[in-house]
């Protein structure tokens, strides 16, 4: 495992070495180096530079160019504009850093410096729910980070923190105890029971409940007193919830499985798990003076949060009643990730719409001192997942769309896309079956991941699963054609030759490929996956032109120039499977 610096971190310091040679008392000044359409490289940090000095930046720009030493990186610098440089780095340079990435496992992505312990939050359904579109986003999204941050060298913790608590469950307890063969299974004895089966169950079991307590006052009494009865943890009362809480698992782990997505029961910590921490952490709150009673309830108040009326509102950590609600439940998760899982970052991947939520419970959680300049909160909001026009996802009813129904349907579509090109590529009907669900899901989490979660999305199928264009099946089949081509290749395999001269093509591709270790670091700190689908679309897009550009296999090119071709489709292929298993999305080798 070697990480490799790349081209832009060589250059960088190259320019750093012609600076302070040229003015050693700017030696800490930046060049501020970024890629360029002009050349390879612009640097426009000497123009501050020389204001500062109050110098003429183009002499100071010349100045510090004949100050750096002759090298095999640098092919050429120009002094342009008011004082830029524009940089074009060696062709030569280009193909041995793309060797270096080739010749590591990691492509030469470097391990975080400052690596630490993330728990992240995220794919937290809500037990005898259904699941809808939201908890894709939040699913999708924080697998994503998991891998990412886990390919960094971080420690990564994962918290579903599952709505399993709350007042609805007496409603429901009440009701399968008064009729309690509603959550019996129709599968025959030992057959297991499907997921699609048990969230019918749970649904049916929730309306008549629901029903009941909205009409019977009687039974809204007797649920009532059930919510008592499970507070207070009697045993019976207890076991009957934990009966909705499996059955709701048997259905969430069917659609993650859906998804492709490998959630563990021990990462599974919902609402109910902190029950044992909260009467402390309101103690802790009220003996601190972070928290005050207000007409009976334990608050929190902030300056700047009000409500219509000009009035603060409070974070309500304990009701009037003596009952605790989600921001117990919050406050309590963050001493238990901060203090037993000894969290560095917690990392919050939920809908924007409870962003005020979390303001105030990181707000309150610092004035704690629970998180303090060691420990950071941080919500990966999310915005709406939108219909085709653009109001938010219903059904033609109104009602919310079934997840299930579209992961279903996507699969469908992309089958149907796979089953059309099958014929030419000699795919089985096993092949054909498989790899329709990897694009159908592929694309579903692509459309999600490749725009930046705080925006607002279209779920558009007929554009996720689109050949052309910004989608997972373009990646997908640009790295099946890759595959498809060392078929084809015969005895000649992958070999860098850095003495070559590339084609334009060439150079792109590779200046590209060389920035996957800082785009991987960037989609990492700055916690944005989208930047890292960003990158791979391009990555697809520059590997298009070179393929068209610059024949690999017919008209056959020269042993070298081949070789080396087929050494950038090599490392391109690599990149784009690497890059896309981060996202959580498959790459079939054949497509
Ligand atoms: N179950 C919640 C929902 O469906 C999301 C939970 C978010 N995580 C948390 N720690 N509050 O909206």
Same mark, same amino acid.
């Given at each position: 495992?070697?990480?490799?610096?790349?081209?832009?971190?060589?250059?960088?310091?190259?320019?750093?070495?012609?600076?302070?040679?040229?003015?050693?008392?700017?030696?800490?000044?930046?060049?501020?180096?970024?890629?360029?359409?002009?050349?390879?490289?612009?640097?426009?940090?000497?123009?501050?530079?020389?204001?500062?000095? =109050?110098?003429?930046?183009?002499?100071?720009?010349?100045?510090?160019?004949?100050?750096?030493?002759?090298?095999?990186?640098?092919?050429?610098?120009?002094?342009?504009?008011?004082?830029?440089?524009?940089?074009?780095?060696?062709?030569?340079?280009?193909? +041995?850093?793309?060797?270096?990435?080739?010749?590591?496992?990691?492509?030469?992505?470097?391990?975080?410096?400052?690596?630490?312990?993330?728990?992240?939050?995220?794919? #937290?359904?809500?037990?005898? =729910?259904?699941?809808?579109?939201?908890?894709?986003?939040?699913?999708?999204?924080?697998?994503?980070?998991?891998?990412?941050?886990?390919?960094?060298? +971080?420690?990564?913790?994962?918290?579903?923190?599952?709505?399993?608590?709350?007042?609805?469950?007496?409603?429901?307890?009440?009701?399968?105890?008064? /009729?309690?063969?509603?959550?019996? /299974?129709?599968?025959?004895?030992?057959?297991?029971?499907?997921?699609?089966?048990?969230?019918?169950?749970?649904?049916?079991?929730?309306?008549?409940?629901?029903?009941?307590?909205?009409?019977?006052?009687?039974?809204?009494?007797?649920?009532?007193?059930?919510?008592?009865?499970?507070?207070?943890?009697?045993?019976?009362?207890?076991?009957?919830?934990?009966?909705?809480?499996?059955?709701? &698992?048997?259905?969430?782990?069917?659609?993650?499985?859906?998804?492709?997505?490998?959630?563990?029961?021990?990462?599974?910590?919902?609402?109910?798990?902190?029950?044992?921490?909260?009467?402390?952490?309101?103690?802790?709150?009220? +003996?601190?003076?972070?928290?005050?009673?207000?007409?009976?309830?334990?608050?929190?108040?902030?300056?700047?949060?009000?409500?219509?009326?000009?009035?603060?509102?409070?974070?309500?950590?304990?009701?009037?009643?003596?009952?605790?609600?989600?921001?117990?439940?919050?406050?309590?998760?963050?001493?238990?990730?901060?203090?037993?899982?000894?969290?560095?970052?917690?990392?919050?991947?939920?809908?924007?719409? #409870?962003?005020?939520?979390?303001?105030?419970?990181?707000?309150?959680?610092?004035?704690?001192?629970?998180?303090?300049?060691?420990?950071?909160?941080?919500?990966?909001?999310?915005?709406?997942?939108?219909? &085709?026009?653009?109001?938010?996802? =219903?059904?033609?009813?109104?009602?919310?769309?079934?997840?299930?129904?579209?992961?279903?349907?996507?699969?469908?579509?992309?089958?149907?896309?796979?089953?059309?090109?099958?014929?030419?590529?000699?795919?089985?009907?096993?092949?054909?079956?498989?790899?329709? #669900?990897?694009?159908?899901?592929?694309?579903?989490?692509?459309?999600?991941?490749?725009?930046?979660?705080?925006?607002?999305?279209?779920?558009?199928?007929?554009?996720?699963?689109?050949?052309?264009?910004?989608?997972?099946?373009?990646?997908?089949?640009?790295?099946?054609?890759? =595959?498809?081509?060392?078929?084809?290749?015969?005895?000649?395999?992958?070999?860098? /030759?850095?003495?070559?001269?590339?084609?334009?093509?060439?150079?792109?591709?590779?200046?590209?490929?060389?920035?996957?270790?800082?785009?991987?670091?960037?989609?990492?700190?700055?916690?944005?996956?989208?930047?890292?689908?960003?990158?791979?679309?391009?990555?697809?897009?520059?590997?298009?032109?070179?393929?068209?550009?610059?024949?690999?296999?017919?008209?056959?090119?020269?042993?070298?120039?081949?070789?080396?071709?087929?050494?950038?489709?090599?490392?391109?292929?690599?990149?784009?499977?690497?890059?896309?298993?981060?996202?959580?999305?498959?790459?079939?080798?054949?497509?």
């Amino acid at each position: 495992m070697a990480s490799v610096p790349s081209l832009a971190s060589t250059v960088q310091q190259r320019l750093a070495d012609g600076l302070s040679a040229a003015l050693p008392d700017a030696a800490s000044a930046d060049p501020l180096l970024r890629r360029s359409d002009r050349a390879d490289f612009q640097a426009n940090g000497i123009l501050a530079l020389a204001k500062q000095l =109050k110098g003429n930046p183009r002499e100071l720009a010349t100045k510090v160019v004949e100050a750096i030493p002759a090298n095999d990186v640098l092919k050429e610098i120009e002094v342009s504009g008011p004082g830029f440089l524009n940089i074009t780095v060696t062709d030569r340079a280009i193909v +041995e850093t793309l060797a270096a990435r080739a010749a590591d496992a990691r492509l030469g992505v470097p391990f975080s410096e400052s690596a630490g312990t993330t728990v992240i939050d995220y794919a #937290q359904p809500n037990v005898a =729910k259904e699941m809808h579109v939201g908890h894709l986003r939040s699913a999708v999204i924080g697998a994503a980070m998991v891998e990412i941050l886990e390919f960094t060298g +971080e420690t990564v913790v994962r918290r579903h923190h599952i709505g399993d608590w709350g007042t609805q469950f007496g409603m429901l307890i009440q009701y399968l105890i008064e /009729h309690p063969h509603e959550l019996d /299974h129709k599968a025959e004895d030992g057959a297991e029971v499907s997921g699609e089966e048990a969230m019918s169950n749970l649904n049916r079991l929730y309306k008549a409940s629901r029903a009941l307590f909205d009409s019977d006052e009687e039974f809204k009494t007797r649920a009532r007193a059930r919510v008592v009865d499970l507070q207070a943890g009697d045993e019976e009362t207890l076991a009957l919830w934990q009966r909705f809480v499996d059955e709701s &698992k048997i259905y969430f782990y069917s659609v993650f499985d859906k998804l492709d997505m490998d959630i563990r029961d021990g990462d599974v910590v919902g609402e109910s798990g902190y029950n044992d921490m909260l009467t402390e952490t309101c103690r802790i709150l009220e +003996e601190s003076g972070v928290a005050v009673r207000s007409e009976g309830a334990l608050c929190v108040f902030f300056d700047d949060v009000k409500g219509p009326d000009g009035n603060p509102t409070p974070l309500i950590v304990q009701k009037s009643d003596g009952g605790f609600g989600y921001a117990a439940t919050d406050l309590s998760a963050i001493r238990d990730r901060v203090q037993n899982l000894k969290a560095t970052s917690l990392l919050y991947v939920v809908d924007a719409r #409870q962003s005020l939520h979390f303001k105030m419970v990181f707000e309150t959680a610092r004035r704690a001192g629970w998180l303090n300049d060691e420990v950071k909160a941080v919500q990966l909001a999310f915005g709406t997942v939108l219909g &085709k026009d653009g109001k938010p996802f =219903k059904t033609r009813e109104g009602e919310t769309v079934r997840l299930v129904d579209l992961l279903d349907e996507a699969v469908d579509r992309a089958t149907a896309v796979v089953r059309e090109k099958a014929e030419k590529v000699g795919l089985s009907e096993t092949e054909i079956v498989e790899n329709g #669900q990897y694009v159908g899901i592929g694309a579903v989490k692509y459309a999600d991941l490749s725009t930046s979660a705080s925006r607002d999305y279209k779920f558009d199928l007929d554009q996720m699963v689109s050949l052309n264009g910004d989608t997972s099946v373009y990646l997908q089949y640009a790295y099946a054609r890759i =595959k498809s081509i060392f078929g084809k290749a015969g005895d000649r395999t992958p070999a860098a /030759h850095p003495e070559l001269e590339l084609a334009p093509a060439e150079r792109a591709l590779g200046l590209h490929l060389d920035r996957f270790a800082e785009t991987v670091s960037e989609a990492a700190t700055e916690y944005a996956p989208h930047k890292l689908t960003a990158y791979l679309y391009q990555l697809a897009s520059l590997y298009t032109t070179f393929y068209d550009q610059c024949p690999v296999i017919k008209p056959e090119p020269a042993q070298e120039v081949a070789e080396n071709r087929l050494f950038l489709c090599d490392l391109t292929a690599r990149t784009l499977h690497q890059g896309m298993a981060l996202l959580g999305i498959r790459t079939p080798e054949r497509l």
